[in-house]
């Protein structure tokens, strides 16, 4: 008898408490009701969906696919259920589709109103759900009767389930739609921690569920840019902004409205950032300051800018300028380039503050300056060439700068910097990418140390009185050596004309040559009248040109980029994300008509038969991306790979991260990728 008193018991504890929840065990998911503590006549009500491994759920958008999960109460007389409460979601990719769910186990909430405060609370509720691999979904469907007594829950365990919601901060957020890119901003708390973001709208249509979401920082300000969606005209988007801190993720709803949202910044230090990309601490300020340097010293052997540092050097010589004058005048000139290149730089960061997405050498994609250029370089190489004389120019090499013309060595200096920006080379590509990253004033550390490089070599010959001493003596081979220099003032101005016609075509290539006649003809008058009034006139006139310049181009481009290099395609990141996803081997290169590095590599080693041989072989698919003119989509490539300007080369070997390649490109370098699977050479 003293056995069976306790299993008695048991059994009427059984019998009085049936369950301690209701489970529904489906064939690819299991689904648990429970219920947390009362509140008055409130209470939550708990659908725990528990899917089978490998498996999923979906969130109340269920992204490009997929279905919401509903659920349909019945309730003691005078009782409500609200809507599902969901937890944050996470996103899972197939065939390059975006869905958004649960892979783990999801508490769903329900908030019950209007429940007896005593006694009984019978609930009916069918809960249906879509549950997905990454082949096949079936719909399943879980019942339960129950007494919402019978399945409570304490409050502990309620408070972990709620935990896993998106949090409610009242933080100001904004978005903007451009054509088919829409920007969000949200201002969060210690957003120089966050490594990666993601926006999930709750409502269809905001935006393309499949296109990637780029996210940069600006001060406390997060700004995400994907591609805008089918109604992306919406009075607001709430949804859901997951944010990562290293290791941890929390989920914030948000509510977008419409206002102005800043250009991108600093990206964040995801750790699954592509190869070769710099993070936002990991280029360190003085080493990019060290690089710019080196690649601002490089700049000096360009055609259109070791000509003008070749007669200010021999201007000193041929003058026997005093120390104390050539010193002057190696400040003024060093001044002269770094003001211009720190002005260059502002107004970049500016402009990209704004919205714009441009890069370094940004005004050689507006034709007008194109044809300003034009003029100058003209002007320069038909003085070098003897055709005129003007006491204000210094490049005749007569001294007059180094005796008090320090206004014509700053301007000569600011000439040296302008022409030099169609350049890059060694050391400019990860420094000036790295000045996108980072703050302004890192940023403007960067210009700067472009700007001394470019001036060190005369700013080292004017204060090294042993440099100047090893000048070569004056002569009349100076005058010789002054034709030769508008040799390649004179190449610099035909590759401009040309660069000029691929951006406006004929018409703007016939305006900037007759400019450029007109230009010659109106400085020849003045170097040789005696009133200067009239000529100077016909020189401004000459110079109104500019305005005549088409600013699109206006007749189709007739020869293509496989028609000069590689066989290649328009680089698109739909493209791209093909090739990868079918195992292609790619070849990117970016690069403009107004790109000397550029072109340098294309008539050499992009040109090469062994390279396109060793491609054809090997299956490697080329792309490329023209930024001649402004093109925001390959802009964003470029700062995604750390980089201000062209030329960038990337490969993608079959399932391997980006390999950036150098700036001045080999055929050994190319047909090495074909050889090797992500090979360097």
């Known amino acids: 008898m003293r056995v069976l008193r306790p299993l008695l018991a048991a059994l009427l504890a059984l019998i009085a408490f049936p369950v301690a929840a209701q489970i529904v065990s489906n064939p690819h998911a299991r689904v648990e009701l429970q219920a947390g503590p009362q509140t008055g006549d409130s209470r939550t009500a708990v659908i725990l969906v528990t899917p089978e491994e490998g498996w999923h759920t979906y969130w109340k958008n269920p992204g490009a696919a997929g279905v919401e999960s509903t659920a349909e109460w019945t309730l003691p007389s005078g009782g409500s259920a609200g809507g599902i409460v969901y937890p944050t979601p996470s996103r899972f990719v197939v065939s390059r589709i975006m869905n958004y769910v649960f892979e783990q186990p999801a508490a769903l909430l329900v908030n019950i109103t209007g429940l007896p405060e005593t006694g009984a609370q019978p609930v009916e509720v069918t809960f249906d759900y879509l549950v997905c691999d990454d082949s096949i979904c079936v719909p399943e469907n879980a019942q339960f009767s129950v007494d919402l007594n019978d399945v409570a829950i304490g409050e502990r365990q309620l408070a972990e389930y709620r935990s896993a919601l998106p949090a409610t901060p009242d933080w100001p957020a904004s978005f903007s739609v451009d054509q088919d890119q829409i920007r969000f901003a949200v201002e969060v708390p210690r957003a120089e921690d966050v490594t990666d973001a993601y926006f999930f709208p709750a409502v269809d249509g905001a935006i393309d569920y499949n296109a990637p979401q780029a996210a940069t920082r600006d001060g406390a300000r997060l700004i995400v840019e994907t591609t805008a969606g089918f109604n992306p005209d919406l009075a607001e988007i709430p949804g859901v902004l997951k944010l990562t801190y290293g290791q941890e993720s929390v989920g914030s709803e948000i509510i977008l409205t419409p206002g102005d949202v800043p250009a991108a910044g600093i990206p964040l230090a995801a750790e699954d950032k592509p190869a070769g990309a710099p993070t936002s601490g990991a280029t360190p300020v003085l080493l990019a300051f060290g690089l710019a340097l080196l690649g601002g010293l490089f700049l000096n052997v360009m055609p259109c800018v070791f000509p003008i540092l070749s007669l200010k050097a021999l201007s000193l010589a041929k003058g026997g300028a005093s120390p104390k004058a050539a010193r002057e005048e190696a400040t003024f000139y060093s001044a002269g380039v770094v003001l211009t290149v720190l002005l260059l730089g502002g107004a970049l960061l500016a402009l990209r503050a704004g919205g714009a997405s441009i890069g370094w050498a940004f005004q050689l994609q507006d034709p007008r300056v194109v044809t300003f250029l034009l003029l100058l370089v003209t002007a320069i190489a038909l003085n070098l060439a003897g055709l005129f004389e003007l006491p204000s120019l210094s490049f005749s090499g007569d001294g007059r700068a180094a005796a008090g013309g320090r206004s014509g060595a700053f301007w000569t200096g600011a000439l040296a910097a302008v022409v030099a920006t169609p350049c890059t080379g060694p050391f400019m590509g990860a420094a000036l990418g790295a000045a996108l990253i980072m703050t302004a004033p890192a940023a403007m550390m960067i210009f700067l140390g472009l700007g001394l490089g470019l001036a060190l070599p005369f700013l080292l010959i004017g204060f090294v009185p042993a440099l100047r001493d090893r000048l070569p003596r004056p002569g009349p081979w100076m005058e010789r050596m002054r034709r030769l220099l508008s040799l390649p003032m004179f190449a610099t101005a035909l590759a401009l004309a040309w660069v000029l016609g691929q951006q406006s075509g004929v018409d703007g290539l016939i305006i900037g040559l007759s400019g450029a006649v007109l230009i010659g003809l109106a400085l020849w008058w003045l170097g040789n009248a005696r009133r200067t009034p009239a000529p100077m006139g016909a020189v401004l006139a000459s110079l109104a040109v500019i305005l005549l310049v088409p600013a699109d181009r206006t007749e189709a481009v007739t020869e293509t980029a ?101 700036q001045l490109l080999s055929a050994d370098m190319l047909t090495a990728l074909a050889k090797d699977d992500g090979g360097a050479a």
Request: some cysteine; overall charge negative; charged content about 20%.
């Open 562 to 662: 496989s028609g000069r290099l590689l066989a290649s395609s328009p680089y698109s990141p739909e493209r791209l994300a093909e090739l990868r996803a079918e195992q292609t081997p790619a070849f990117l290169y970016f690069t403009a008509d107004w790109c000397i590095t550029c072109k340098v590599n294309e008539k050499g080693a992009l040109s090469e038969a062994s390279v396109h041989k060793a491609f054809d072989d090997a299956g490697i698919v080329t792309l490329m991306g023209d930024w001649t003119r402004a093109d925001p989509v390959i802009t964003e490539f470029l700062t995604q790979y750390g980089r201000a300007g062209v030329p960038l080369y990337v490969y993608f070997a079959p399932g391997e991260d980006a390999q950036i390649l150098p």
